[in-house]
């Protein structure tokens, strides 16, 4: 029995707390805005769900996100393409474990052990990192009751920050938004230059609610909750991106939303309760460790169907006795861990300005593989199956190539913003493990999935024949047929006029169905 829609829920509920992690540097960026920024992003992707919600409902079986769902249709094409896209996807989201983990590592050295030697952030990171593996190992329903604990706390807890702060009359003013324009104004070449940048960075976040996506085969009633979860989600995160940043620059000025969310917060929960840092940390956390514990799990159900595919190594594709992909789990975890201690030689212990430059450098890949799928989706709606569970109007599907088109611009745009050193970076870094992994897994085709082995938890399914007119047409001349011209004999049980199927079950014309014990 797969997860409900409320558990698959939370587990994305993780999307809107990303903007956490990038609405300082984008406010730094691009000013007052930046609200906008949000917005335009929010809505962007808002559209590429729906795009996505029909990609989705063509391939039911396909479980592990848009990256497997844009290869089965760009697999027919080209085998590299449908490779490049998984493995760009994989290396968008990798390293967002490895940044969440940092980044609640120093809130946390910062409210118990401020005093400690920096390199201790490190060793707490690394410890994070294990403890989301160990949840999400036992399987979606343990990490799904942990979202949902986490989500709980967080919406609870910021409301009351905001709510606070509106009784006590320190609530939004519009005076913080003026200027409302980017750096050199709306008619310079720098201040869109700058707005590219903030509308690439904050893609990475706003464009989330396709993970709901990863998960989609492990649903009670399939892909029909999944693509509920992503439209609600999808919704959930325009409202969150649109409402937070412009409640925070309205209420403590864009010279607070520019520096580390701390400062931001604890600004605003002096208007609300008369100052709670240590709250405010506390509250930080929680949202960045469900940010965490969402990428986790998304990303280690897409590697699962990717060793499925042919495209990643077998052993990827394997579950535990929770119905978990712990070896998928297992091989990000060490990535992320590696990614931390290189981070923490290159800096010399200083991790405090890594991860935007991290999250600039994995992007490339992200924008590479919404590129992919966007043109998938869009193959797909032009001469893809008939037969879907969603059917987009066409003046809505024309949207992707121009979609598409959008994410080619920021993605050129983005190293004027963010520094052509750290994109370079995410290049080479893409190149290679593109390379590798086509490499690896060879340039043939890959043949016939084998069914997925079901965890023990899971209820055997019997399959038995229901009768119909054309089988009891069958069992009338039965005698006959069993003595037919070539003098064979029916087997005892066997299915009258049919031969042995797949897995040695007959095969007819009856109907078949599939009842759980």
Do not use: K
């Not at 956490?20 to 007052?32: D, H, K, Q, R």
């Not at 946390?108 to 593996?133: E, F, H, K, M, Y």
């Not at 070896?327 to 890594?354: E, H, K, M, P, Q």
């Amino acid at each position: 029995m797969g997860i409900t829609i409320r558990l698959g829920g939370a587990v994305a509920a993780g999307v809107p707390v990303l903007v956490l992690v990038s609405m300082g540097p984008v406010a730094a960026l691009t000013g007052t805005a930046s609200v906008a920024v949000w917005v335009v992003s929010a809505a962007v992707g808002f559209l590429m769900a729906l795009l996505f919600a029909e990609l989705a409902g063509t391939y039911p079986q396909v479980n592990g996100g848009v990256a497997p769902l844009s290869a089965r249709v760009l697999g027919g094409r080209s085998r590299f393409l449908a490779r490049a896209g998984q493995w760009s996807y994989w290396f968008g989201w990798c390293p967002a474990p490895a940044i969440n983990g940092l980044v609640i590592a120093g809130y946390a050295r910062q409210l118990l052990v401020p005093d400690a030697p920096s390199w201790t952030v490190v060793l707490l990171a690394g410890a994070i990192l294990v403890a989301s593996v160990a949840v999400n190992r036992l399987g979606l329903r343990a990490g799904g009751r942990l979202q949902l604990l986490l989500i709980c706390c967080v919406v609870g807890a910021v409301a009351v920050l905001f709510a606070g702060a509106l009784l006590r009359g320190g609530g939004p003013r519009l005076g913080n938004l003026h200027p409302f324009a980017p750096p050199g104004g709306w008619t310079s070449a720098g201040g869109w230059l700058a707005l590219a940048g903030g509308l690439f960075i904050a893609g990475w976040s706003a464009y989330a609610a396709e993970l709901a996506l990863t998960y989609s085969a492990r649903y009670r009633h399939g892909v029909r909750d999944a693509v509920r979860v992503l439209v609600a989600v999808a919704g959930a995160s325009v409202l969150a991106f649109a409402v937070v940043p412009f409640l925070l620059v309205a209420t403590v000025g864009i010279d607070r939303v520019t520096e580390d969310p701390v400062v931001a917060f604890d600004a605003l929960s002096r208007q609300a309760v008369g100052g709670a840092t240590a709250a405010v940390l506390v509250l930080l956390m929680l949202a960045l460790l469900l940010g965490l514990n969402l990428i986790a799990i998304a990303s280690s159900w897409t590697l699962h169907q990717m060793a499925r595919n042919g495209d990643a190594w077998a052993r990827l594709g394997r579950l535990n006795r929770h119905g978990s992909p712990a070896n998928a789990l297992r091989f990000d975890l060490v990535v992320n861990l590696g990614l931390v201690g290189v981070v923490t030689a290159i800096t010399g212990g200083d991790v405090s300005t890594v991860p935007i430059a991290l999250l600039a450098a994995a992007n490339v890949g992200y924008f590479v593989s919404m590129c992919l799928a966007l043109a998938a989706a869009w193959s797909n709606h032009r001469s893809g199956p008939a037969r879907r569970l969603i059917t987009l109007r066409p003046g809505l599907a024309r949207l992707a190539p121009l979609l598409i088109g959008f994410q080619v611009v920021l993605l050129a745009a983005a190293g004027h913003a963010w520094g052509w050193r750290n994109l370079l970076v995410g290049a080479a870094v893409l190149a290679g493990v593109v390379g590798l992994a086509h490499w690896r897994t060879g340039r043939s085709s890959p043949g016939p999935q084998p069914p997925p082995s079901l965890p023990a938890c899971w209820a055997p399914v019997a399959i038995r024949p229901v009768a119909t007119a054309s089988a009891g047409a069958s069992r009338t001349a039965g005698s006959a047929g069993s003595a037919g011209s070539a003098g064979g004999t029916a087997r005892p049980g066997a299915h009258p006029g049919a031969g042995p199927g797949r897995h040695g079950q007959p095969a007819g014309t009856g109907a078949w169905e599939a009842r759980a014990r």
